[in-house]
């Protein structure tokens, strides 16, 4: 009795063996419910997980540099295709006309700053050399000086119609004007006061300095023109003038602003800069004088560039 007892017993015990189903194992959606489990299993909940999540001031240096670039060009595209159609000849009234174009203008300016300071956040230069342009010349010491990249080569006649280029001008000082012949006021006072100037360098400082008037309006400003027109100041101004394109060529490499206004056929005004330059004997300019200067002050400045240059 005892024996079939631990027979069927046996018996019992391998049917359960093979019927078992598999021990069941948790599955977790992802890594982080894994390590909470092992850690929760066990004994190490001191420890750290192995993998480092990113803190948020990682997270927002990086995320500002993605979007100030192409929201400035955005916005600078904008503000373009706004002015484009927004002029004074359509149908927008020209008070709101102005308003819109003051807000373009500060958008633009805004947006200008914007990448001046992430230029000069991230290194990628010195913002100076975004805003000037400058090279290197050579005083005569041999030492390195930067100046401003104004001027370059031109071409143009003389009133007797002799071609003078910049290489006639080489090895004097020049004192250069950029107007015209019409102009009812500024512009004859400044070859009035060109003439004062060379006057005084002559007679008080036995300084001579060769002034040339280059005309921004060659459509009037004949060689015949300038030198009647030259004549009433000074006889030694030399008058330079040519085609309308080797006068705007000229008048871009020396960064002289003209504009024609209130044009009825020959009968106009030019709105121009009046700039003054001031040209070593290399043709490299010195220093440029507006209209606020008189001639002692500028015949002044130039004796002090031309010792500053002589040392």
């Not at 092992?38 to 995320?63: A, F, V």
């Not at 030492?143 to 290489?167: C, H, M, Q, W, Y």
């Amino acid at each position: 009795m005892l024996r079939s007892r631990l027979v069927g017993v046996s018996l019992r015990n391998g049917s359960r063996v093979f019927t078992r189903s598999p021990p069941s194992t948790r599955v977790y959606p992802f890594q982080g419910f894994q390590s909470r489990g092992y850690i929760e299993g066990t004994n190490y909940r001191d420890h750290k997980l192995p993998r480092k999540l990113p803190e948020d001031n990682e997270l927002h240096s990086q995320s500002w540099r993605n979007y100030i670039i192409p929201t400035a060009v955005l916005v600078i595209a904008g503000a373009g295709l706004l002015i484009h159609y927004n002029d004074e000849k359509r149908a927008i009234p020209k008070g709101a006309f102005l308003r819109i174009c003051s807000m373009v203008d500060a958008l633009k300016l805004f947006c200008l700053v914007g990448y001046l300071l992430h230029c000069q956040i991230l290194h990628i230069g010195d913002v100076r050399t975004f805003l000037f342009r400058s090279h290197q010349s050579t005083n005569s010491d041999g030492s390195k000086v930067n100046r401003p990249a104004i001027g370059g080569p031109f071409r143009l006649f003389d009133t007797e119609k002799n071609l003078v280029t910049e290489s006639n001008l080489q090895g004097n000082w020049t004192l250069m004007y950029f107007g015209y012949t019409s102009s009812p006021d500024v512009g004859p006072e400044e070859v009035k006061k060109m003439a004062e100037v060379i006057q005084i360098l002559e007679s008080e400082h036995n300084f001579k300095i060769t002034p040339i008037f280059v005309t921004i309006d060659p459509q009037r400003d004949s060689p015949a023109q300038l030198r009647a027109y030259l004549g009433e100041f000074d006889s030694r101004i030399i008058g330079l003038t040519g085609p309308i394109a080797a006068v705007r060529q000229m008048a871009q490499e020396y960064r002289i602003y003209f504009k024609k206004v209130d044009e009825e056929g020959q009968d106009y005004l030019v709105e121009c800069s009046h700039n003054m330059y001031l040209l070593d004997p290399n043709m490299e300019i010195l220093r440029c004088f507006g209209v606020e200067y008189d001639a002692l002050q500028l015949s002044n400045a130039i004796m002090m560039e031309m010792k500053k240059a002589s040392k």
